[in-house]
């Protein structure tokens, strides 16, 4: 049976992350952190200084000193302690109208969905990065992540 030589395929369209830095982005330093919650109080966004899901911060109306959350993707507990400012900033967000029958912390505000996309929260973190003058190609969401264990 003879070999049949195909033409190669090309992508019709570009690749999401031309143009982009790829791999492990840097962790935001502790004085980064505070700049951008300096902003977002200024700017009166309860919302975008809260993180998590409702129960798992609170109960009976007050906020836990040390959550434990079970991570989805590996099924492992994960603990950590809120320190006192952000115990006032979930509890202030958990009381504010916008929230009033909400389950979840970043509840989305225009359609019927649960809570905030992952593509919505990458918008956010660029949006917040950029505000403290920091270039946004070098951070993404996962710099969040990494903040905490860089400081430790």
């Known amino acids: 049976m003879p070999r049949v030589q195909l ?5 019709k369209r570009r690749a999401s992350n031309t143009g982009r830095i790829v791999g492990q982005k840097r962790p935001l330093l502790p004085k980064q952190v505070w ?11 309860l919302r975008d200084l809260a993180k998590l899901a409702v129960t798992d911060l609170a109960k009976d109306d007050r906020v836990r000193e040390r959550v434990s959350v079970i991570q989805s993707k590996t099924g492992r507990p994960v603990q950590f302690e809120l320190n006192e400012n952000t115990r006032d900033t979930i509890f202030a967000w958990i009381k504010s109208p916008e929230m009033i029958g909400c389950r979840f912390m970043f509840p989305i505000r225009f ?9 919505q929260y990458g918008r956010l ?9 920091l270039d946004p190609s070098g951070y993404g969401t996962h710099s969040l992540r990494r903040t905490k264990a860089a400081e430790i």
């Open 125 to 133: 973190v660029r949006d917040l990065v950029t505000s403290i003058g």
């Open 7 to 11: 033409p190669a395929v090309t992508p």
């Open 35 to 45: 700049a951008i919650r300096a902003r977002l109080k200024l700017a009166g966004s």
């Open 111 to 119: 359609h019927d969905r649960p809570h905030i996309s992952t593509r």
